[in-house]
């Protein structure tokens, strides 16, 4: 299993909402980021990427790439990963979820069909394209969708022959995205 998945953690937003480097936040005394990593190295091994300009995530030891296209949100960098990556399946993470655990993960990668391109998660009605994972043979609709500047990845997600799976009730916190100063709080108090 760990030769044939990567894990890409997706870094390079601008944090706006939080104002301050999400990935880099402090969650019982580590960030965000390493919370993630530990949650899928068991899973895939060393193979983990993380995508994002800023050398302040160099600490972890893992192998850190560029966005190939600035500035193009999730989709640029989704697209970065499938363009870098090795392995057929890959997982992709944003560092805004530091809650999900290697239990959950395992769960998505044993419940991906391989008839679909991409499995994505949903938990209280929402949708989590990036707690996800992804064919690498998908890269060329990312691509397009670039070169047309279309960015929102729920359009692109639906180009995509994909699965949702509902997240068992036990696991429902462990999806959110961490983006606001109150979101934050409300995790660490």
Known sequence: MKNNVTAFILAGGKSQRM?????????????????ICEAVSPIVGENIVIVSSSTDYDFLGYTRIEDIIEDKGPVGG?????????????????????????????????NHA??????????????????????QSVVTVF???LKRDQLR????????AHQTIIVPEKWNDQVQNI????EYQ????
């Open 78 to 110: 989704i697209y970065t990963a499938l363009q870098q990556t090795k392995t057929k399946l890959n997982f992709v993470l944003s560092v805004d979820a530091p809650l999900v655990t290697t239990e959950l993960l395992l769960w998505i990668f044993k």
């Open 143 to 145: 691509e397009d969708n």
């Open 186 to 189: 409300k995790i660490i108090s």
């Open 179 to 182: 983006n606001t100063q109150e």
């Open 153 to 160: 990845l729920r359009r692109v997600r639906d180009e995509i």
């Open 114 to 135: 391989d008839s679909f391109l991409m499995t994505q998660v949903k938990a209280n009605d929402k949708s989590y394209p990036l707690i996800a994972i992804y064919d």
């Open 19 to 35: 104002g301050t480097d999400k990935g880099l936040l402090l969650l019982n005394g580590k960030p965000f980021v390493s919370h």
